[in-house]
């Protein structure tokens, strides 16, 4: 199995910028895909992106698209998530999440581990 540890997460002014990280270990030889997800204060958790082992292929929820950049460094077993022109509709607890596969999905189901999630909070 997979272990994951997000980092990077704080409070930023509306059109800031700021970029989490989420450091995978245990089986990580083996292919898997990472997502991050965020669940906002009285909201369902919701899907935000996610990438491929290779970083070949990756998918954006709509309203972040233009605005948050994911990305993958294998050597360090670590995905990044570069997030720009915050909103504060944007104010989330952000959850990285991993699967082994080799096929990019979409939903929280379909995850089966899961880091303990970090705070962004943005401020108009």
């Known amino acids: 199995q997979v272990q994951l540890v997000e980092s990077g997460g704080g409070l930023v002014q509306a059109g800031g910028s700021l970029r989490l990280s989420c450091a995978a270990s245990?089986?990580?030889?083996?292919?898997?895909?990472m997502g991050w997800f965020r669940q906002a204060p009285g909201k369902e958790r919701e899907f935000v992106t996610a990438?491929?082992?290779?970083?070949?292929?990756?998918k954006y929820e709509d309203s972040v698209k233009g605005r948050f950049t994911i990305s993958r460094d294998s050597a360090k077993n670590t995905v990044y998530l570069q997030m720009n022109s915050l909103k504060p509709e944007d104010t989330a607890v952000y959850y990285c999440?991993?699967?082994?596969?080799?096929?990019?999905?979409?939903?929280?189901?379909?995850?089966?581990?899961w880091g303990q999630g970090t705070q962004v909070t943005v401020s108009s």
């Open positions: 999440a991993a699967r082994y596969t080799t096929v990019l999905y979409f939903t929280e189901k379909m995850y089966n581990y």
């Open positions: 990438i491929t082992r290779s970083g070949g292929t990756t």
């Open positions: 245990g089986r990580t030889d083996r292919s898997y895909i």
